[in-house]
């Protein structure tokens, strides 16, 4: 089993106690280790050559965003038909070109357009779309339809593929936020770290060297047993603990970020690229969109927290010129229903935009919009399967083969500009 | 008798796994099996608690943590030993509670119940309604309509199921929080329709999206006014519905009952209960669960019987289910504090059960929590650790008056007594050896009392029970 060496790997170097003294590493802003670095995290200092990997940010917009509204098609009579309260007029749009318009509360992301630095998947979705939050969450996360207890997502299976190169390598992935981790970050003998923040992502625990050494060496069971799944994520916890202490010891030049914990979450992964990390995929959530009711408002902050926050993001990339490395891919569970419903809201629905912002991308306008009138029981239907979008930043920024993470074969949508 | 099979329980017939377990020369009603069976039922037990249930013998303690069905007074005031009072002080500071509002003193409120309650058992099922139930305060934003929620989960805990969903079906907290506090026929609100079937009575895949927007339509004129259910008939939908195969059915109660009558109900619920008292690590298949669910059915979905059956079960007591279970939040902290028969601050407590994920009247989505392995990664374990941290060395985490970290510290009769009682009622048994063989419990000038006691808890076998 490869894979599971990629955890006993960090498990089976000979660390002295100097080395590994747990409490001054994560003491109070202590990078200091008492005078020593820990052999992985000096590989990790001088693995300059992973540092130019590609970065990919997962955004997951969860409660389903309303596509319709954020990506407002103004020239047809249909939406204005089905939505005589929620419809945006044309004025108050940002637009793209003739046809679309951008949520007034995006003007962040509107002025990534002219820099070819945002792009929008139109009609993203899958067959016979399931309308319930989790199941449909879990699609997107585990990319399979049939079984009930998906215990595997598709970052987890890209991670493990991945084994682990070099022991002074971070963490293929890491998730920041306070929600349980996301399902698309699990697998099974890989444990992903997630991080909620910084000042409670500190052990205040004193313990003794030796023990560290013997929880390093110790027969972990099968990944299957529950002790062994506690062990590998205590010392995944362990060594995560230690890096972030690391990465926000140090200055960076990237502290511009809206005050909102979206903004920060996002500044984190900022602070840990500007430092020079080896992971290669961040995951944050922005929740709410779940608008079934009185969603003007609602829709409005969150557009606003997710455009200025990934707008800043990008910004500050450029800023200290890593902009063409860094990929932020934005997703919901599923769109809205295309009518609006008696409560100022909508029910949930089917496809929807994904967005892509940083990096050089392809073009403004990709995948297809789908028809506001041929509608599949009141949604919109899908034209572009999400396991090609999947495909393509798999192929085309992680350099990965697709069909092993995804379970089968999914033409990759072409996202990239070609250099 | 039974020889190999007996070793692993997932190898039996289904019968055999709910028949009713009995003490024997080989498999005793002793401390190991007694301190298993407390983490479990309650949450936890002190030394005095196994005492008592050594000496009560197995039917009794049953009686003794799961007996009281009548849940009417389940919601009465408390006083400081767990005794339920008239005492008009106890009764003022649950009303109090209940209209401070706010979610935190709630949460203590709560807390500090599932410490003293005479019937943890309902507190525990209480607990697992709540998840099942989901319903979060941030959104309802009425902090007297989730402690109506939570008295009446309490009240139905083990009670009759039909009655619990009829009554949480026009509970005004679940109906803001499910956007059905107004339910007009023009546009029927499918969430409240498919929460109730998807994740309160069949589970997903036993119902058609046509189902849902028919049992939407059943709920029309279903209101909340004023932090009131009311049915306002001008807003229902008098149209013909066609649910679930039934084409007589017209009002919601009606829709209620007819999926109740569903036989997928009482195996989704028997498989939820398997999963939380026993193990959720293992796919339960139907065949394994049958037995359960025909009892849950033929007692018309009245729900004590079936779980004093799987509390009570071989499988159960049996040293295969020792430590398979994660630890949620609440367990570890409750557990702890049981074990050495200990109090502390609720508030504080409220507060960081829920930064490790189980803030309580705030489950994360309407899914409750996920509960097992979801509990875990690196910034719960931290925070674990953190919070046994915080706790042992908080001066108002006391025994009997004096604080724990004093008495740790004392190098005395009762500082070993402490740590061995932690080690008897907190950790299974057979998972002592991991432990104590990184962290053994003599302390040595290098690391004293307190400090081994939080080693401990960033142990991996800590999380489990």
Known sequence: MPHRIALHKHGSIKLNRRDWHVRSLLGAAAIGIQGTMPLWLRAAADAGAKQDEKVLVVVQLTGGNDGLNTVVPFREDAYYRARPKLALPADRLLKLDDQFGLHPAMTGLRDLVDKGRFSIVHGVGYPTPNRSHFESMDVWHSCQQKSRREREGWIGRWAASLGMKASGEDSPAIHFGQEVQPLALAHRRLAIPSIDSIERFRLRVDLPTASQEEASNSETAGEEDLVGFLEASTQTALRASARMSEAFARDTDVNDFPSHPFGQKLKAIARLIAVGATTRVYYVTLDGFDTHSQQPAAHEGLLRQWSEGVSALVRQMEAIGQADRVLVMSFSEFGRRVAENASEGTDHGAAAPMFFAGASLRQLHLGQTPSLEALDDGDLKYQVDFRSVYAGVLEGWLGTESPMVLGGEYSPTELFATS | ?465
């Open chain 2, 1 to 465: 008798m039974r020889t190999n099979g007996d070793l692993d329980p997932l190898a039996w017939k289904p019968e055999q796994l709910w028949e009713p377990w009995q003490a024997s020369d080989e498999q005793p009603w002793d401390r190991r099996r007694i301190a298993h069976w407390l983490r479990r039922v309650s949450f936890g037990g002190s030394a005095e608690d196994i005492a008592e249930a050594t000496r009560l013998g197995f039917e009794k303690s049953v009686e003794r943590w799961c007996g009281h069905v009548d849940g009417k007074n389940s919601g009465k005031a408390l006083d400081s030993e767990g005794n339920q009072t008239g005492d008009r002080q106890s009764d003022q500071m649950t009303r109090s509670v209940r209209a401070s509002e706010k979610t935190l003193s709630q949460s203590a409120w709560w807390l500090h119940r599932m410490r003293v309650t005479g019937e943890p058992f309902r507190e525990k099922m209480t607990l697992f309604w709540h998840g099942h139930f989901a319903t979060s305060a941030d959104k309802v934003k009425d902090g007297t309509l989730m402690f109506d929620q939570n008295q009446l989960l309490r009240e139905h805990a083990i009670g009759s199921f039909p009655a619990m969903v009829h009554q949480i079906a026009k509970d005004p907290a679940m109906l803001i929080y499910l956007d059905s506090a107004t339910n007009r026929k023009a546009h029927a609100n499918e969430n409240f329709a498919r929460e109730l079937m998807e994740l309160f009575c069949l589970g997903e895949g036993h119902y058609s999206e046509a189902d849902v927007q028919e049992l939407a339509r059943c709920f029309t004129g279903w209101e909340i006014r004023r932090g009131r259910f009311r049915f306002n008939p001008y807003q229902h939908d008098q149209q013909p519905k066609r649910l679930l195969g039934s084409e007589t059915i017209q009002s919601g109660e009606e829709a209620i009952d007819h999926i109740l009558e569903q036989q997928r109900v009482e195996y989704f619920l028997v498989r939820k209960w398997v999963d939380f008292f026993i193990c959720d690590q293992t796919e339960w298949t139907d065949d394994q669960l049958e037995p359960l669910a025909t009892q849950l059915r033929q007692d018309q979905l009245s729900m004590q019987p079936t779980l004093r059956r799987i509390v009570t079960s071989r499988l159960m007591m049996h040293p295969w289910c020792e430590g398979r279970k994660i630890r949620s939040p609440v367990d570890l902290t409750m557990g702890f504090l049981k074990a050495i028969d200990a109090m502390a601050s609720w508030e504080w407590i409220a507060q960081q059960v829920r930064e490790v994920g189980q803030g309580l009247f705030e489950p994360p989505n309407v899914e409750g929590w996920e509960g097992g392995r979801s509990w875990i990664n690196s910034a719960t374990l931290l925070g674990r650790a953190n919070l046994i941290e915080g706790l042992v060395t908080d001066p108002r985490t006391r025994i009997d008056g004096q604080p724990l970290a004093s008495l740790l510290e004392s190098r005395s009769a009762r500082s070993d007594s402490l740590m061995q009682s932690l080690l008897d009622s907190f950790v299974p048994r057979a998972l002592h050896t991991k432990l104590l063989s990184r962290f053994p419990l003599e302390s040595t000038p290098d690391h004293s009392a307190v400090q081994r006691v939080c080693q401990w808890a960033t142990h991996p076998v800590f999380q489990l029970q």
